[in-house]
């Protein structure tokens, strides 16, 4: 064996490393916890926007231009608010 | 483990079995993480890297295909993750490297002086030249598998070891015999 070839053939890790395949599993699960809220606040979003839309078009002929503004953007600052709070809630910034 | 056995754990992972894809990581860990660790050179990034890769192989089981087996591709990811990670550190980064470069010979220590680690030896290397010779000759990957992983032409595989080898050879002061 050349000084290259024992060069290289040092520096692997061991064969078994149970502490690494938990390592991994577990920032699998964060991920999993991550994409899920995202997806749910996601979710809360498009309902919240459609919640808004609906008070739009329900209330627009009955009220003023800035009337249904202000209850259309007020559902959406709420909507977001409660989307931020639910990840907050899961551990999330 | 036959690649059947891998074939199996891959189905059972995809269908969302987290031990299953444990046996995989257990399985081929040392393999994706040597490979980094000399592509890189430093064991805490290489392993932070390995974790990412399994991460990401986790994420896209539906995109394994089972052309290549799993250790290839997953060590195929990890390099493509090493390689935007060097492009995103930027400058000083290529600086660095540019002074290698130059400065390798010399770097290198000669045989008989203090010892040397893969990694140090190899980042004398282009980086595609690195990747091919820390699978090949580092980890005992075939031709055919460095080159699915590193989706290579099986030539510029086998040239990127041939002169790589040469030239670290070159750099220890070793002669062909």
Redesign the interface.
């Known amino acids: 064996m050349?000084?290259?070839?024992a060069?290289?053939?040092?520096?692997?890790?061991?064969?078994?490393?149970?502490a690494?395949?938990l390592?991994?599993?577990e920032?699998?699960?964060r991920?999993a916890a991550r994409r899920s809220v995202r997806r749910r606040t996601l979710r809360a979003l498009l309902w919240s926007a459609a919640a808004a839309l609906s008070l739009l078009v329900l209330t627009a002929p009955a009220q003023g231009s800035g009337d249904v503004l202000l209850i259309a953007g007020g559902t959406l600052v709420a909507a977001v608010g409660f989307a931020r709070l639910a990840r907050r809630a899961e551990g999330f910034p | 483990m036959t690649p059947h056995d891998e074939a199996r754990l891959v189905a059972e992972a995809r269908g969302g079995a987290?031990r299953a894809?444990?046996f995989l990581?257990?399985a081929h860990?040392?393999a994706v993480?040597?490979f980094l660790?000399?592509l890189v050179g430093g064991?805490a990034d290489a392993?932070d890297l390995?974790?990412e890769a399994?991460?990401t192989a986790?994420?896209r089981l539906d995109r394994f295909e089972g052309r290549a087996s799993f250790r290839s591709w997953v060590c195929g990811i990890g390099y493509r993750l090493a390689r935007d990670q060097r492009r995103a550190r930027g400058r000083a980064m290529r600086r660095d490297a540019a002074w290698l470069e130059e400065e390798g010979p010399a770097a290198i220590p000669h045989?008989g002086e203090a010892a040397?680690?893969?990694?140090t030896?190899?980042a004398a290397l282009p980086e595609d030249q690195r990747a091919a010779?820390?699978l090949c000759?580092?980890?005992g990957f075939s031709h055919a598998e460095a080159a699915e992983a590193l989706a290579m032409p099986l030539g510029t595989v086998k040239s990127h070891v041939q002169r790589g080898?040469a030239r670290?050879?070159a750099l220890?002061g070793?002669t062909d015999d």
């Open positions: 050349t000084r290259l070839d060069i290289l053939a040092e520096g692997d890790p061991p064969a078994r490393d149970p690494f395949t390592r991994v599993l920032a699998a699960a991920d | 987290t894809f444990a990581v257990e860990q040392q993480r040597g660790r000399r064991h392993d390995a974790q399994f991460l986790w994420r045989a040397v680690d893969a990694g030896l190899l010779v820390a000759l580092g980890c080898r670290l050879r220890l070793e």
